[in-house]
């Protein structure tokens, strides 16, 4: 994603091209709401066209039972925030979110800053990290549920397993890259391996390790929601799978849009933090 | 750079990487039986290595393993196959025609966001456990990496290559096979490796909410009876199954697109 805000200008230009050879000095207001408005637009003709298919389409007793349509699904979500019943669950999958992705955080920096200075550190561990964050997380889940049960904690491991590998890779990848002219000054003025890292090496891979925050909310969340699905008995996942199961349809898509809403927020809250963070980068490359 | 004076390293120099890799993975597994001759074993919580690969012998003399195997592998053929061959055109098509891009563009990222692992419930009751309700699960899990991928690619597309192609008369589909998808294609690869893990837990989600067969029913199924030498054998296998693709993907990206490494 990080990769196609660079590619812009390509983007433009075929625009510019591809779209009409005329307009192209002058770019209205239409050309700038164009996106959004399109956007938008795809949005609401498919939430259209899902609520008027009961009218279109003469369904079977069997198959309206899986049939909720947009305006069913939206007063549920209203339901369940006014009549204040979401918060319970929401509470929980909340709590093993942020313990997980916390402990991840704690265990994923070090060790990718640590991995990232030391070639053997690295060759070591170099094994379990591709083993480990090629396998699907969810193949430890019934291990998981048998060492620690239900509840928060095989939550927990799950997802700190699925979040901790985008940040310790990218924390790797970032060290990997710092500047060695910038270490071997700080390595003069007598500084030890701490003063580097904590001077040189992590602030130059903070975006690396950014881009790995916003990968690991992702696994986070897909995290929480299959551990909840799987084996837990509490949880806004629980809520959905029970309500699958009864054939409550509104109220999994709600708990769908529930999660969707609550991941963009954050990846968005974390793209903001980038781009906060880098403000700075521009004026520093003047010495590249 | 500094290295070619010194004179030639010596072999486990050389190797040291591979060297430490198995040596800490050995040492792994070593530790691990070691652990059990001071405490004792309770093996309805854990198991040693060693019992682990007498499983697995087991399992795989008795050709449970292979049959489970195939039973999962039809799905994901199918799911993934899909995946490619829906994600990769719309992707393209969206990063082409930058109208649709704008069109689609906000709907994927919502729905690449949203646990779609939910609607799996909902598959599983529609379709039934078969093949067709895990395909489907495992499309809608791998199909994103593709369109978002072959959607970044075709907009990191050469124009002045377009340019040529089009000053020299070439249509719109001289465009599409001559430049598009040749450029497209090194972005696609990296897409297959991001999308064959989550097809991957496509497979196992489908597998553990309603199956008889099937390696992740397998390991539900061993977690459930307490045969934890079973369960941790067919672990070890989807481990060294997902291992063996996403590099295989890293290599065929490597072996294909060799301009490409290191991005």
Same mark, same amino acid.
């Given at each position: 994603?990080?990769?196609?805000?660079t590619?812009?200008a390509?983007?433009?230009?075929?625009?510019?091209?591809?779209?009409?050879d005329?307009a192209?000095?002058?770019?209205?207001?239409?050309?700038?709401?164009?996106?959004?408005?399109?956007?938008?637009?795809?949005?609401a003709v498919?939430?259209?066209?899902?609520?008027?298919?009961?009218?279109?389409?003469?369904m079977?007793?069997g198959t309206?039972m899986?049939?909720?349509?947009?305006?069913?699904?939206?007063v549920?979500?209203?339901?369940?925030f006014?009549?204040?019943?979401?918060?319970a669950?929401?509470g929980v999958?909340?709590?093993?979110?942020?313990v997980?992705?916390?402990?991840?955080?704690?265990?994923?920096?070090?060790?990718g800053?640590?991995?990232?200075?030391?070639?053997?550190l690295?060759?070591?561990?170099?094994?379990?990290?591709?083993?480990?964050?090629?396998t699907?997380?969810?193949?430890?889940?019934?291990l998981?549920l048998?060492?620690?049960?239900?509840?928060?904690?095989s939550?927990?491991?799950?997802?700190v397993?699925?979040a901790?590998?985008?940040?310790l890779?990218?924390?790797?990848?970032?060290?990997r890259n710092?500047?060695?002219?910038?270490?071997?000054?700080?390595?003069?003025f007598?500084?030890?391996?701490?003063?580097i890292?904590?001077?040189?090496v992590?602030?130059?891979?903070?975006?690396?390790?950014i881009?790995?925050?916003?990968?690991?909310?992702?696994?986070?969340?897909?995290?929480?929601?299959?551990?909840?699905?799987?084996g837990?008995n509490?949880?806004?996942?629980v809520?959905?799978?029970?309500?699958a199961?009864?054939?409550?349809?509104?109220?999994?898509?709600?708990?769908?849009?529930?999660?969707?809403?609550?991941?963009?927020?954050?990846?968005?809250?974390?793209k903001m933090?980038?781009?906060?963070?880098?403000?700075w980068?521009?004026q520093r490359?003047?010495?590249? | 750079?500094?290295?070619?004076?010194?004179?030639?390293?010596?072999f486990?120099?050389?190797?040291?990487?591979?060297?430490?890799?198995?040596l800490s993975?050995?040492?792994?597994?070593?530790?691990?039986q070691?652990?059990f001759?001071?405490?004792?074993?309770n093996?309805l919580?854990?198991?040693?290595?060693?019992?682990?690969?007498?499983?697995?012998g087991q399992?795989?003399a008795?050709g449970?393993?292979?049959?489970?195997?195939? %039973?999962?592998?039809?799905?994901f053929?199918?799911?993934?196959?899909?995946?490619?061959?829906?994600?990769?055109?719309l992707?393209i098509?969206?990063g082409?025609?930058?109208?649709?891009?704008?069109?689609l563009d906000?709907?994927?990222?919502?729905?690449?966001?949203?646990?779609?692992v939910?609607?799996a419930?909902?598959?599983?009751?529609?379709l039934?456990?078969?093949?067709?309700?895990?395909?489907?699960?495992?499309?809608l899990?791998?199909?994103?990496p593709?369109?978002?991928?072959?959607?970044?690619?075709?907009r990191? %597309?050469?124009?002045?290559?377009?340019?040529? %192609?089009?000053?020299?008369?070439?249509?719109?589909?001289?465009?599409?096979?001559?430049v598009?998808?040749?450029?497209?294609?090194?972005?696609?690869?990296?897409?297959?490796r991001?999308?064959?893990g989550?097809?991957?837990i496509?497979?196992l989600?489908?597998?553990?909410?309603?199956?008889s067969?099937?390696?992740?029913?397998?390991?539900?199924?061993?977690?459930?009876?307490?045969?934890?030498?079973?369960?941790?054998?067919?672990?070890?296998?989807?481990?060294v199954i997902?291992?063996?693709l996403?590099?295989g %993907?890293?290599?065929?990206?490597r072996?294909?697109?060799?301009?490409?490494?290191?991005?």
């Amino acid at each position: 994603m990080s990769e196609t805000k660079t590619l812009q200008a390509p983007v433009a230009a075929a625009a510019i091209a591809v779209a009409d050879d005329t307009a192209a000095p002058a770019i209205g207001l239409w050309r700038r709401l164009e996106p959004t408005m399109l956007g938008a637009a795809t949005f609401a003709v498919i939430l259209i066209a899902w609520q008027a298919i009961p009218y279109v389409v003469v369904m079977k007793a069997g198959t309206k039972m899986f049939f909720a349509p947009p305006s069913e699904i939206a007063v549920t979500l209203w339901q369940l925030f006014a009549s204040g019943t979401i918060w319970a669950p929401l509470g929980v999958s909340a709590a093993g979110f942020g313990v997980g992705l916390g402990i991840a955080i704690l265990i994923g920096l070090p060790l990718g800053v640590l991995i990232g200075r030391s070639e053997t550190l690295n060759a070591l561990f170099d094994p379990f990290v591709t083993a480990f964050n090629a396998t699907p997380r969810l193949v430890f889940l019934p291990l998981v549920l048998l060492w620690f049960g239900l509840g928060l904690w095989s939550k927990v491991v799950i997802v700190v397993f699925g979040a901790m590998f985008p940040l310790l890779i990218n924390t790797y990848e970032g060290v990997r890259n710092a500047d060695k002219l910038l270490i071997n000054v700080v390595r003069s003025f007598g500084a030890r391996e701490w003063d580097i890292a904590r001077l040189v090496v992590v602030p130059n891979a903070m975006p690396y390790i950014i881009t790995g925050l916003r990968l690991a909310i992702g696994r986070a969340v897909l995290g929480v929601v299959v551990s909840e699905f799987f084996g837990s008995n509490e949880g806004l996942g629980v809520m959905m799978v029970q309500a699958a199961s009864q054939y409550k349809v509104n109220i999994v898509f709600a708990g769908m849009i529930v999660f969707t809403v609550l991941s963009l927020a954050m990846t968005g809250l974390v793209k903001m933090l980038e781009r906060r963070l880098s403000r700075w980068r521009p004026q520093r490359a003047g010495g590249e | 750079m500094t290295d070619d004076t010194v004179p030639r390293p010596s072999f486990v120099w050389q190797n040291r990487k591979l060297l430490l890799g198995s040596l800490s993975v050995a040492l792994f597994f070593v530790a691990w039986q070691a652990v059990f001759l001071f405490v004792p074993l309770n093996t309805l919580f854990m198991t040693e290595p060693t019992m682990m690969f007498r499983a697995l012998g087991q399992l795989i003399a008795s050709g449970e393993l292979f049959y489970d195997l195939r %039973v999962s592998a039809v799905p994901f053929g199918y799911g993934f196959g899909a995946a490619i061959l829906v994600g990769v055109p719309l992707g393209i098509i969206m990063g082409w025609r930058v109208r649709v891009g704008y069109a689609l563009d906000p709907l994927m990222i919502a729905l690449y966001a949203s646990p779609l692992v939910a609607v799996a419930p909902l598959v599983v009751i529609f379709l039934g456990v078969g093949v067709a309700g895990k395909a489907i699960i495992i499309f809608l899990l791998s199909v994103f990496p593709f369109v978002f991928n072959a959607y970044a690619g075709v907009r990191a %597309v050469d124009y002045l290559l377009i340019n040529v %192609v089009r000053s020299l008369g070439g249509r719109e589909k001289d465009l599409y096979l001559k430049v598009i998808f040749p450029s497209v294609m090194p972005y696609v690869v990296a897409g297959a490796r991001i999308g064959v893990g989550r097809a991957m837990i496509g497979v196992l989600v489908g597998e553990f909410f309603a199956a008889s067969e099937g390696i992740g029913y397998a390991i539900a199924k061993f977690g459930d009876i307490f045969a934890l030498d079973s369960m941790f054998a067919c672990i070890l296998v989807v481990t060294v199954i997902a291992v063996a693709l996403t590099e295989g %993907v890293r290599w065929a990206e490597r072996a294909a697109f060799p301009w490409r490494v290191g991005r």
